[in-house]
């Protein structure tokens, strides 16, 4: 089912209140309504079913249904004692428990009501955030699963007015609720009817087919490969003499067993997780996103000239299909790495200064700096001049060791311990890659073929079979870039509790939130494999900015925008070229041509095309606010609302949403959106 709730402040303006729901069954799109809050509840909770309920954006909806809980004197329960009481065969019956992560996200409300009389299972409602797994709005979702029902627009007085209690709805918004639970409806079924299952977020979604590719046969060796998942997921294959365990989990067989079979190398042993949280913290050091970086000689300044924007095809997918990256056991190790084979992520105290200005920084020190990328250590940065005595002690790669000594004149004073791998290979990686890249590629071929057929017409833009493999194109890309990152997953999550005190908003206390001693099944996930997979990532992006040697303007992660013409590529990258716009793996392609462009921080800049079209990216502005950035009013110091009185025009369509809290739920209300100046340490 899928649900979606309409919501306004009280009339006295201290409250909110829920004025509409919608629910809608996702295989029949049945579809029902109310006008409060209450009823909602009633509708799920007063009988013995167990329901499944996608909300887009549960942070918001949720911020409803958790202090009406309350309200009814249903008892919260923390996820951890909750999962163990059910276990357990305890009585759960009205009470009720959510998964928020430490940086209050919301994945999934469970409310457990009665149990049934026949079965004496308890009967629950699970409500989940789609927008886990569409992280888009319901319009895009909507134009991207081509759904018959469409998302409808309104203005800002529609979202704006107070209907007061009991308020009936009209014919107008009726349709709007309907047409938001019945797009998202027809996006799960389309998931069911491609997968045959609901993933509940799109990295595990990706993560489930990697895992597939990982468990494959090798016919030609009649055995297992070594393999990053663990004993979770790992089905028996037929194996002569045990063919009655064919299919059965691996985790399900006794003891006595699994040791006969392991001993027998009829299987993998399955030991490669990280054994412990300290492990995963080391490691985690040395695990560090994309760079976003504007090269300071330029920044703020109006660029009047020729700029061209380059990106890799598929930066990590080309990462994890080019490259070998460790798999199997580790150990800690002392010292200097010296191992010949393999690979390693040590622990050293440094210094380190970039050898030129123009050198892209790819050095952090989070506990220290946050995010930024250093030009330098604490030493050199305080006195000028690099010290043997510095407290500087950061975890790399190997592949960023390699890396730094593109950019940096780098010491390391004293090497204090390694996690050495002794295997290392790409053969899942690959294996995952080539499919999903072969996916996308046919899909993409498809499309243009259907493109072609139109002529100088426009008409294949809705046409079913082209929105088809465009989105088979958008989700074999997706599939492929999500996969490597939930290797990343946190060995310890935080989840928060929450707190309702009558009158007063809801809250979340710090000071109440509770280690889940037992992670995510750990056994999945490999750490190294993320933090290898983005070094290699970055090494590219690093010796390419500095091929360039001073023209490069901005980069971002897998793209680099730089001063001058398509023949200015420098001759030693010539070779890494797309000329071809193949797509091919791994190499640069031509991603647009400029005349002008003004880079103010990471993710904020604007870009005029050689046809004079103007390009904005800002983080954090809303796509009208966007509509006031011109090449006058794209400087620090951009103030929206300034700009909306100026031209006569309604701030509240100009705004960014901020949620504030009351006791009955959140208000999305406006707040002006501005360009600050850029801090720098």
Same mark, same amino acid.
Request: hydrophobic share 30%; charged share 30%; net charge negative.
């Given at each position: 089912?899928?649900a979606? !709730?309409?919501?306004?402040? *009280? %009339?006295?303006?201290?409250?909110?209140? &829920?004025?509409? $729901?919608?629910?809608? %069954?996702?295989?029949?799109?049945?579809?029902?309504?109310?006008?409060?809050?209450?009823?909602?509840? @009633?509708?799920?909770?007063?009988?013995?079913?167990?329901?499944?309920?996608?909300?887009?954006?549960?942070?918001?909806?949720?911020?409803?249904?958790? +202090?009406?809980?309350?309200?009814?004197?249903?008892?919260?329960?923390?996820n951890?004692?909750?999962?163990?009481? $059910?276990?357990?065969?305890?009585?759960?019956?009205?009470?009720?428990?959510?998964?928020?992560?430490?940086?209050?996200?919301?994945?999934?409300?469970?409310?457990?009501?009665?149990r049934?009389?026949?079965?004496?299972?308890?009967?629950?409602?699970?409500?989940w955030?789609?927008?886990?797994?569409?992280?888009?709005? =319901?319009?895009?979702?909507?134009?991207?699963?081509?759904?018959?029902?469409?998302?409808?627009?309104?203005?800002?007085?529609?979202?704006?007015?107070?209907?007061?209690?009991g308020?009936?709805? *009209?014919?107008r918004?009726?349709?709007?609720?309907?047409?938001?639970?019945? &797009?998202?409806?027809?996006? =799960?079924?389309?998931?069911?009817?491609?997968?045959?299952?609901?993933?509940?977020?799109?990295?595990?979604?990706?993560?489930?087919?990697?895992?597939?590719?990982?468990?494959? #046969?090798?016919?030609?060796?009649?055995?297992?490969?070594?393999?990053?998942?663990?004993?979770?997921?790992?089905?028996?294959?037929?194996?002569?003499?045990y063919?009655?365990?064919?299919?059965?989990?691996f985790?399900?067989?006794p003891?006595?067993?699994?040791?006969?079979?392991?001993?027998?190398?009829?299987i993998?042993?399955?030991?490669?997780?990280?054994p412990?949280?300290?492990?995963?913290?080391?490691?985690?050091?040395?695990?560090?996103g994309?760079?976003?970086?504007?090269?300071?000689?330029?920044?703020?300044?109006?660029?009047?000239?020729?700029?061209?924007?380059?990106?890799?095809?598929?930066?990590? +997918?080309?990462?994890? #299909?080019?490259?070998?990256?460790?798999?199997?056991?580790?150990?800690?190790?002392?010292?200097?790495?010296?191992?010949?084979?393999?690979?390693?992520?040590?622990?050293?105290? &440094?210094?380190?200064?970039?050898?030129? +200005?123009?050198?892209? +920084?790819?050095?952090?020190?989070?506990?220290?700096?946050?995010?930024? $990328?250093?030009?330098?250590?604490?030493?050199?940065?305080?006195?000028?001049?690099?010290?043997?005595y510095?407290?500087?002690?950061?975890?790399?790669?190997? &592949?960023?060791?390699?890396?730094?000594?593109?950019?940096?004149?780098?010491?390391?004073?004293?090497?204090?311990?390694y996690?050495?791998?002794?295997?290392?290979?790409?053969?899942?990686?690959?294996?995952?890659?080539?499919?999903?890249?072969?996916?996308?590629?046919?899909?993409?071929?498809?499309?243009?073929?259907?493109?072609k057929?139109?002529?100088?017409?426009?008409?294949?833009?809705?046409?079913? %079979?082209?929105?088809?493999?465009?989105?088979?194109?958008?989700?074999?890309?997706?599939?492929?870039?999500?996969?490597?990152?939930?290797?990343? *997953?946190?060995?310890?999550?935080? @989840?928060?509790?929450?707190?309702?005190?009558?009158? %007063?908003?809801?809250?979340?206390?710090?000071?109440?939130?509770?280690?889940?001693?037992?992670?995510?099944?750990?056994?999945?996930?490999?750490?190294?494999?993320?933090? !290898?997979?983005?070094?290699?990532?970055?090494?590219?992006?690093?010796?390419?900015?500095?091929?360039?040697?001073?023209?490069?303007?901005y980069?971002?992660?897998?793209?680099?925008?730089?001063?001058?013409?398509?023949?200015?590529?420098?001759?030693?990258?010539?070779?890494?070229?797309?000329?071809?716009?193949?797509?091919?793996?791994?190499?640069?392609?031509?991603?647009?041509? !400029?005349?002008?462009?003004?880079?103010?921080?990471?993710?904020?800049?604007?870009?005029?095309?050689?046809?004079?079209?103007?390009?904005?990216?800002?983080?954090?502005? *809303?796509?009208?606010?966007?509509?006031?950035?011109? #090449?006058?009013?794209?400087?620090?110091?951009?103030?929206?609302?300034?700009?909306?009185?100026?031209?006569?025009?309604?701030?509240?369509?100009?705004?960014?949403?901020?949620?504030?809290?009351?006791?009955?739920?959140?208000?999305?209300?406006?707040?002006?959106?501005?360009?600050?100046?850029?801090?720098?340490?």
């Open positions: 089912m899928t979606d !709730f309409e919501t306004c402040m *009280t %009339e006295d303006k201290k409250d909110v209140r &829920v004025w509409a $729901w919608g629910l809608s %069954e996702i295989f029949t799109e049945e579809y029902e309504q109310g006008i409060d809050i209450e009823s909602f509840m @009633s509708r799920v909770l007063d009988d013995k079913l167990i329901y499944d309920i996608g909300i887009h954006n549960l942070k918001y909806d949720g911020n409803y249904i958790l +202090p009406q809980l309350y309200k009814m004197g249903f008892k919260y329960v923390h951890r004692v909750y999962m163990n009481t $059910w276990k357990e065969g305890g009585d759960l019956t009205n009470c009720f428990t959510h998964s928020i992560s430490e940086n209050g996200q919301f994945y999934a409300i469970v409310i457990c009501k009665a049934k009389a026949s079965t004496n299972v308890p009967a629950f409602v699970y409500l955030d789609t927008l886990k797994l569409f992280p888009e709005t =319901l319009k895009k979702v909507g134009e991207q699963y081509n759904t018959k029902h469409k998302k409808l627009d309104e203005d800002a007085d529609f979202y704006e007015e107070i209907r007061p209690i308020h009936q709805l *009209t014919q918004e009726s349709d709007y609720l309907r047409e938001d639970c019945l &797009v998202l409806a027809e996006a =799960l079924r389309g998931q069911i009817d491609k997968y045959g299952k609901i993933y509940r977020t799109r990295a595990s979604k990706a993560f489930s087919f990697f895992k597939e590719c990982c468990l494959l #046969w090798d016919e030609k060796t009649n055995v297992y490969e070594e393999r990053y998942v663990g004993t979770k997921e790992f089905k028996i294959p037929r194996i002569e003499g063919e009655d365990l064919e299919g059965m989990r985790k399900y067989l003891s006595a067993l699994k040791r006969d079979l392991i001993q027998q190398k009829l993998p042993e399955f030991d490669y997780h990280i412990n949280f300290e492990v995963w913290d080391d490691i985690k050091e040395a695990y560090h994309g760079i976003s970086f504007v090269n300071p000689d330029i920044q703020e300044q109006s660029i009047e000239e020729r700029i061209t924007v380059i990106d890799v095809n598929s930066m990590y +997918p080309y990462c994890m #299909w080019e490259f070998n990256i460790p798999y199997g056991r580790f150990e800690l190790r002392e010292g200097q790495p010296t191992e010949e084979k393999g690979t390693w992520i040590a622990c050293a105290r &440094v210094s380190f200064k970039l050898r030129d +200005p123009w050198r892209l +920084p790819c050095i952090q020190m989070k506990k220290r700096y946050g995010r930024e $990328w250093l030009k330098c250590s604490t030493d050199y940065r305080e006195t000028g001049e690099m010290s043997i510095n407290d500087d002690v950061i975890w790399f790669t190997k &592949v960023d060791f390699e890396t730094f000594q593109d950019s940096y004149d780098f010491t390391v004073h004293n090497w204090i311990e996690y050495y791998f002794p295997t290392i290979g790409r053969t899942d990686g690959r294996r995952f890659v080539e499919k999903y890249y072969n996916a996308k590629q046919e899909a993409g071929e498809r499309a243009q073929q259907i493109k057929s139109y002529g100088d017409s426009d008409g294949y833009k809705t046409d079913p %079979e082209y929105i088809r493999a465009m989105l088979d194109r958008t989700e074999a890309k997706v599939i492929m870039n999500s996969a490597y990152g939930k290797h990343g *997953t946190k060995y310890i999550m935080l @989840s928060q509790d929450s707190e309702y005190h009558e009158g %007063e908003p809801l809250r979340f206390p710090i000071d109440r939130q509770i280690f889940n001693i037992e992670p995510e099944d750990p056994s999945h996930y490999y750490i190294p494999y993320s933090a !290898f997979v983005t070094a290699y990532g970055r090494q590219k992006l690093v010796t390419t900015w500095n091929r360039f040697k001073g023209k490069a303007l980069c971002d992660t897998d793209s680099i925008h730089y001063l001058g013409t398509r023949e200015d590529i420098p001759e030693e990258l010539r070779d890494q070229m797309d000329y071809d716009e193949t797509g091919a793996l791994g190499l640069w392609g031509f991603e647009g041509d !400029f005349s002008a462009g003004r880079y103010i921080r990471a993710k904020t800049y604007i870009e005029i095309d050689t046809n004079g079209e103007t390009h904005v990216t800002c983080a954090g502005a *809303t796509k009208d606010v966007k509509k006031l950035m011109t #090449w006058e009013t794209f400087r620090v110091g951009f103030n929206a609302w300034e700009i909306c009185v100026r031209d006569g025009l309604d701030h509240r369509l100009y705004s960014k949403l901020k949620p504030k809290r009351y006791p009955s739920g959140v208000n999305l209300e406006a707040e002006n959106f501005q360009i600050k100046p850029v801090l720098k340490l």
